[in-house]
């Protein structure tokens, strides 16, 4: 009897460990397979994930390489501008505009439950200060500006924007040949400053100051005077890009669609004072429009010459086309934005519209028939005594001129000289609502997204 009990405990027992072991195979192979099953949702979420983003890829390429047109507000052919990247990878693009705001819009692709996406900003968005160029510049005279707001800090004041150049910045209120006065009582208010106004505030490192007979150079190692707000030799700028959706080379894309979208276009190789009629007459003829739009192809003489002063309104684009720039006089103000580029020539052949020739020992000379032109063309010449750099001034003027909005000189290697009182006011509004109708979009850029949900689905 005791053998039976002992042998059916001894029974028990075993059949108990067997159990156990058996529980313990069940469960180490249901972690197994559980870990083989998340390991293949994750496997399958990167490969939507690689899908989708194999769809944005494509688009955002085909947007850079031929533009983006959205200006009818319609998704659906913005959809069939894209179509070649319509199932790329299995995936599928979206497009659908920001609530509340007509220049963004949300471009996405879609593979499964992954989702990833960009936002597109319309024409002019581009960057943001009061004076923008892809070549170098020289500021003499009193220059007051305001410039962008740029990043907001923890203290209340803003990482301001004032100047962003592809070379270097000098700003000098007195020209050298004005000598430095013997005493401190003949020292003017001639001075460069920047000021935000309205209560606001740019952080000290970034608000530039230049006092009279003081020079800023950002060549100048301890870059003393030029603050942060003015940032020097900026590389790969492609301004027509940022301003325009395409890239410079797709420039006559955006011509066109400049002038189907009710743009004014001027030739004015022969007589560069058609420039400020044409100016004058789109500001009269656009009274109550959302904004006006000029193209100049060729050299633009802003002097008055006896005209009437511009209006105020609407804010006007203005693109001159390889062409100088010249104003003698004033013009007060200039809402919305002055776009200058050449994508047909090269900086120095700016000379030839200045009416520019260098003699024997490197002695320039001014002719022009344009009284305004060839008396311009005399101030470059006593102020920028090299040939090579005088060559290359796209801008002069002398007087006064006050801008709300934007200043753009888009000439590579360009020397852009500012010889006088210049008021640039950085004005969003006025920026934007000029370029408003250019339906070119372009990525913007850090607005690159992915959602994937927490399942892995």
Same mark, same amino acid.
């Given at each position: 009897? +005791? ?27 249901? +972690? ?9 949702? =994750?496997?399958?979420?990167?490969? !939507? ?16 390489? /031929? ?15 894209? &179509? ?26 879609? @593979? ?33 500006? $305001? ?5 907001? =800090?923890?203290?209340? $004041? ?8 592809? %070379?270097?910045? =000098? ?76 890239? +410079? ?9 400049? /002038? /189907? ?18 100016? !004058? ?31 105020? @309104? ?14 003698? %006089? ?28 260098? %003699? ?24 920028? +005594? ?5 060559? =290359? ?6 007087? &006064? ?19 006088? @009182? ?19 979009? $372009?990525?913007?850029?850090?607005? !690159? ?7 892995? %689905?």
């Amino acid at each position: 009897m +005791r053998k039976t009990q002992t042998g059916i405990a001894t029974l028990v027992v075993v059949a108990s460990i067997a159990l156990i072991a058996l529980l313990m195979v069940f469960g180490v192979s249901q +972690r197994a397979i559980n870990d083989i099953q998340q390991a293949q949702a =994750r496997i399958k979420t990167q490969e !939507y994930l690689s899908r989708a983003w194999a769809g944005l890829d494509c688009a955002v390429a085909k947007i850079y390489q /031929e533009g983006l047109d959205l200006s009818s507000g319609d998704a659906a052919k913005g959809l069939t501008q894209l &179509s070649e990247c319509q199932g790329v990878a299995g995936s599928r693009l979206e497009l659908a505009p920001w609530p509340n705001n007509p220049s963004l819009w949300r471009l996405s692709s879609h @593979s499964h439950q992954q989702q990833v996406g960009v936002t597109l900003q319309g024409a002019g968005g581009g960057r943001a200060a009061a004076f923008v160029t892809s070549g170098s510049a020289l500021f003499y005279g009193a220059n007051k500006w $305001r410039p962008a707001k740029g990043k907001k =800090r923890d203290d209340g $004041r803003y990482e301001c924007q004032s100047i962003i150049a592809g %070379g270097d910045v =000098r700003i000098s209120p007195r020209k050298p040949s004005e000598g430095v006065p013997e005493n401190e009582e003949e020292k003017s208010q001639n001075t460069f400053s920047v000021h935000l106004g309205g209560g606001d505030e740019c952080a000290p490192e970034y608000k530039t100051e230049v006092l009279d007979y003081k020079v800023a150079d950002n060549r100048d190692e301890t870059r003393k005077l030029l603050k942060k707000d003015v940032q020097t030799n900026v590389e790969e700028m492609d301004l027509f890009q940022d301003f325009f959706g395409v890239p +410079r080379s797709q420039w006559r894309l955006a011509k066109q669609q400049f /002038e /189907e979208k009710g743009g004014t276009i001027v030739e004015t190789h022969g007589d560069a004072s058609k420039c400020y009629e044409a100016v !004058y007459n789109a500001m009269e003829q656009g009274n109550g429009q959302l904004n006006v739009k000029v193209w100049v192809d060729g050299p633009c003489d802003l002097s008055r010459g006896g005209e009437k002063s511009l209006p105020s @309104s609407p804010p006007i684009l203005l693109v001159v086309q390889d062409g100088i720039m010249a104003l003698r %006089g004033t013009i007060d103000p200039f809402n919305g934005a002055v776009y200058q580029f050449n994508p047909t020539i090269q900086a120095n052949e700016f000379a030839k519209q200045w009416g520019m020739t260098v %003699g024997q020992g490197k002695q320039l000379s001014c002719s022009h028939s344009n009284a305004s032109i060839s008396e311009l063309c005399q101030h470059i010449t006593t102020n920028v +005594r090299e040939p090579e750099q005088a060559s =290359r001034v796209p801008f002069w003027f002398h007087g &006064s001129f006050k801008t709300n909005g934007a200043f753009i000189i888009d000439v590579p290697g360009g020397n852009t000289v500012i010889n006088g @009182s210049l008021v640039a006011n950085y004005d969003d509004g006025n920026k934007r609502a000029s370029f408003e109708g250019l339906g070119q979009l $372009r990525p913007l850029p850090n607005s !690159y997204y992915n959602l994937t949900p927490p399942s892995g %689905g």
